[in-house]
């Protein structure tokens, strides 16, 4: 919005060509999102308790989480806020990733919206049906997909993705009848990865940071001619506007967990994770790096895989001994590792750590090729 408002000023105040500068737009749009967590976070954690919106404790969970009942959930009212804002404030509206992202984290905000509003305020046991969440993520992969094959920013590039550690190597996916399927899976698994990996204060919107941190330095070489030249990557003209985005996204994530640290003020619930996962999902198929979120979202994928790990080895000790058997203590793995005795804030503290080595990792799939 600012840039559409104050660029066309330029010839009258110079200053503000500094507008023109994706660089300057990123920062102010990550200081931002920080500023408004600060001034309206704590207003809506006193809402949320206010209407008795808490957070129901699993029985059958780690012993010390039982003093986290009642804990303000929906938080992530505050986290789609932070991104949206700076977003829009920062960020070039008539720009197709701009809108789509725009449009990612309000859909699967707006799902898990209802999702944590049956749960909390409706005290129904499942919340969402799971066939409407879903549905929720598939009617979202199959907007973004439409969008990349039929929109003419994409022209030369609709259907393909790019392979790590392969030099010059793009993969074509062929046809939308492939390509869309396959981005409903990157938006249906990461949204729902990021879901299972919210179980610890503070571990979620820590590693998202990361992971947001990574893509926004990738956004900001693919949007360049000259850096994507020289890495060997693809280049897409328009993409380095999502480096805003992404710029707001750590600052919103990084402001949400000043309130979710240990121990707790808030969760950011559904609201929060699933659009937090559907956005970075978004971002990944948008830059045709799609390949790259188990790199760069590798502690989100191992949480996904330790669950469907543990749901298989269950099912399959059923049926072959007559009883079901864990292969995990407690299942997503950060639970296993409580039970084993570790405090929650070294489990954190230790994810956050090996994220940061998939983050460098990640960077290195550049170079080694």
Known sequence: MLYHL??????????????????????????????????????????????????????????????????PTMGGLIIIGAILVPTVLFGRLDNIYIQMMILSVLWMGIVGFIDDYLKAVKKSKKGLIARYKLLGQITLGLVLGSVMMLHPEFESSRTVTTLPFFKDLVFDLGS?????PFVIFVITATSNSVNLSDGLDGLASGLMAIAALVFAGIAYITGRADFSQYLNIIYLPSAGELTVFCAALIGASLGFLWYNARPAEVFMG?????????ALGAVAVMLKKEFLLPFAGGVFIIESISVIIQVRYFKYTKRKYGEGRR???????????????????KVVIRFWILGILFAFLTLTTFKIR
């Open 270 to 278: 559904d609201t929060g994770s699933l659009a937090l996962g559907a």
């Open 6 to 71: 104050l660029l066309p000023l330029q010839e009258y105040f110079s200053a503000l060509n500094i507008f023109r500068y994706i660089s300057f737009r990123s920062a102010s749009a990550a200081i931002t999102a920080v500023l408004f967590s600060f001034i309206v976070g704590p207003w809506i954690i006193k809402k949320l308790h206010h209407m008795q919106i808490g957070e129901t404790i699993r029985t059958n969970g780690p012993g010390t989480h039982a003093i986290k009942a009642g804990t």
């Open 327 to 345: 292969f995990f203590r407690m299942a997503p793995i950060h639970h296993h590792f409580e039970l084993k005795g570790w405090d929650e804030n």
């Open 176 to 180: 939308g009848w492939i390509y869309i």
